[in-house]
């Protein structure tokens, strides 16, 4: 007992110790002391907090630097943030395997999803995404686009079905709608499943899933919690978010996990399916590159991307519709004498030249993923000592950071109206009157570049040319009060986008 409780004492002394250096001692010595730095304010107001996409973006007008700034995240950590497109190029192209994806998101990615591409490292991950790259391969852009106008469809009769159920004017919540219908598009695609939690949602362990990814005090007490104490031991005990996260992937998990493994023994018994429109995801990838426990982990990860962030990407372009109505004007206009009224799409097979006549649709799409990209903050985290826009990193551990949300509104990189909402700038230009490719950073960019971005944009075509074909767009909230909020991995609308949709009504 003795002996415990001085072992315990002693952990909590160098506990308090190593604080006391964190905070006092270290700030003084660092190595990136010279960096330009924020005024983060006193350190008893921020110990327990990360500063988040809006500060970046605080900081990008205010803290003149030539690419790098230094700052400190929870617990004191220090941390680089890179501001100009010559470090992104270095951070994630030229040199990418010398930086590794940060420990903290690294881990939770892991627990989520168990080892996949996301984590995966080096020459590792060179092989996983080979692995993974037939299932994303523009050879199966037309049952993408059969399958995506079918469950729009769907999303179009469950929100008509809402609106003629309730009220007179019943308030919609847009954002999980679009959840629902993205995880039972990605669950036919990657698995060959039907979770149907459009359909029938009440009740469905399927909406725990969904509820994981929501903006809420879970998610940032689990960001908390992650960076007091070690991994394994954080899974070990019983802290209310964890047994929350853990528990919350109920059926998708063991849904994924037991259709990818019936998959998998189907290819081993030699029944290959040959026409690419029955192949699923999972009949993509290729098993002689991927362990069957990396089939399965991959899977999981599709499954949670594919819904997660295609219906926080569209729930932005419909606030963006709400808020300049004369664009939902013009878009439906072009996307009813285009593509025919939505009633009659299920006679109709889209591809991808009906929607290539539709480049308003895209730009529309283009410009709210330049504003919320949903993914706020890249990390990557030194794994060598190597050189960063000439200054010299010396150590594995350094963690660095890039803003999407900064980069996308760089006036330097887009010009002097880059925070305004302009979907035309689209089209005079393809990169968006951009200087570089590196200045859009919603998808990432690299070797490490989003691989889900074609399937992602396009979903988010159809859906939304079925949405905005059917259905006038307003607010049931004051638009003020819609505000963004960053959760675990996403910048969301805060408790979801509640709208109202009115069926458009059509001359006879
Ligand atoms: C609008 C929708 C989406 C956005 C904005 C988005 C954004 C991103 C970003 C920024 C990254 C890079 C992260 C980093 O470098 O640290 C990324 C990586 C990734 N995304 Fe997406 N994503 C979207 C949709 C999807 C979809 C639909 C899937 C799969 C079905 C997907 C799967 C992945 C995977 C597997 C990676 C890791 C790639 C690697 O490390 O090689 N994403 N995504």
Redesign the pocket.
Known sequence: MGVIFLAACAAVALWIAHGAYKILVYPRFSPYRHLPSPDQGPIWKRLFTEPDTFDFLRWADQVPNDGLIRYFGILNDERLHVTNTQGLVQL?QKDTYLYR?ASAQGQLVKFLAGDN??VAEGSK?KTV?KGLQPAFSPARKPHWYQLFSTTALDLVQAIDHQNTSGSDQPAINLSRMLSQMGLDT?GKDCVGTEFDSLRSPRGDKTLGYLKLFNTSANAHLLEIIMHLFPFWLLEALPFKAVQYARNMTGRVKETVQHEAVQDMSAQDHGQEKEDMNDKNMVDCMRRDLLSPEQVINNAL??VT??HE??GT?LTWVVYFLILYPQVQTRLRRDITSTLGDANDWKDKCFTEDDFNKLPYLRAVINES?RLR???PV??RESTTPSTLLDTAIPHRGTVITAS?WAMNRNADEWGPNATDFSPDRWLDDVNGGAKSAFSFM???QG???????I??RTQ?ECVLAALVDSFVFSSALRLDDIAPSQGMITVKVWQGLRIFAQPVERAP
Do not use: D, S
């Open positions: 994630l994806k591409v996301v991950h995404r990605i990860t599709m991307a594919g962030e295609i990407a993923l990209p949903n993914v890249i990390w999407t919603t998808f990432g070797p490490r570049k989003c691989i889900g971005e399937y992602a988010m």
